[in-house]
């Protein structure tokens, strides 16, 4: 029995020893189809031992790749379903709430059958509903970025605008507002005890995943959030 015991608190300090890896597998214009033909490259050959799922801002604002929420629930549940297979654990994260005066500059307002928000707001709860249903994570960055006051156009705001970056953007955060999912992320793994086992983590979805606009775009260093995640877990 003491064997044992000192076999099992050996694994727990070899375990809480290993370093954390963060792999940043963002790209931008990524629909959930788009993740969908990727996944088995871009996730499941890279055994990830935590996913963080952020999709849908495209499905639902982006007029080139709109589609409607029943196609929307199916692939993304397509999605944490592949994932979880592999044995990793899932975290989901709603999408941000949008600048829809920004957007109507370079989509066309008529290509929309409702407020893109609204749809933003829907997908959120799909999400939310997903979650509960496959039984994995989920934080909702949406709820925490609205209660916030965002987007907004002061330079103050973590969406870009052109106050703060020169860009009349409204969806993408800026490096303060990625600092800020990373942080929120952070809270979020250690307050469900996500960060003792789990040191592979990998961030799966789009532009916002990618760093639109931050240094470092694309990987873990910079000022995307997987970057700003990876640089949290080094204190640890």
């Known amino acids: 029995m003491r064997y044992l015991l000192l076999c099992c608190l050996m694994a727990c300090v070899a375990c809480a020893s290993r370093p954390y ?20 490259q871009d996730v499941v050959a ?6 963080v799922l952020m999709a849908g801002t495209n499905d639902m604002v ?12 199916a692939q993304y549940r397509q999605l944490v379903q592949r994932i979880r297979q592999t044995g990793a654990k899932v ?4 999408s941000l709430p949008v600048d829809t005066g920004y957007l109507f500059q370079r989509h066309r307002r008529a290509l929309y059958d409702t407020d ?15 979650a509960a249903s ?7 960055l949406h709820e925490v970025f609205v209660r916030r006051g965002e987007p907004n156009r002061t330079a ?24 800020f999912m990373a942080a929120q992320l ?25 760093g639109a606009f931050m240094d470092g775009a694309g990987t873990d260093t910079g000022d995307t959030y997987p970057a700003g995640l990876k640089r949290l877990l080094s204190t640890r």
């Open 116 to 130: 893109p928000n609204v749809r933003i707001d829907s997908a959120c709860a799909i999400v939310r509903e997903i």
């Open 186 to 210: 952070y809270d979020y793994l250690k307050k469900h005890r996500l960060l003792r086992r789990y040191r592979r983590i990998l961030c799966f979805g789009d532009s916002i995943t990618y």
């Open 62 to 73: 982006n007029s080139g790749k709109l589609v409607p929420y029943g196609q929307y629930t």
């Open 91 to 94: 975290v989901l994260m709603t």
């Open 134 to 140: 496959e039984q994995v994570y989920c934080l909702d």
């Open 156 to 179: 103050a705001s973590l969406i870009v605008n052109a106050a703060n970056m020169g860009r009349e953007d409204g969806i993408h955060p800026t490096a303060a507002g990625y600092r």
């Open 46 to 51: 890279l055994r990830p031992d935590l996913v």
């Open 21 to 40: 890896t963060v792999i940043n597998k963002g790209v931008g214009g990524n629909s959930t189809s788009d993740l969908l033909r990727r996944v088995e």
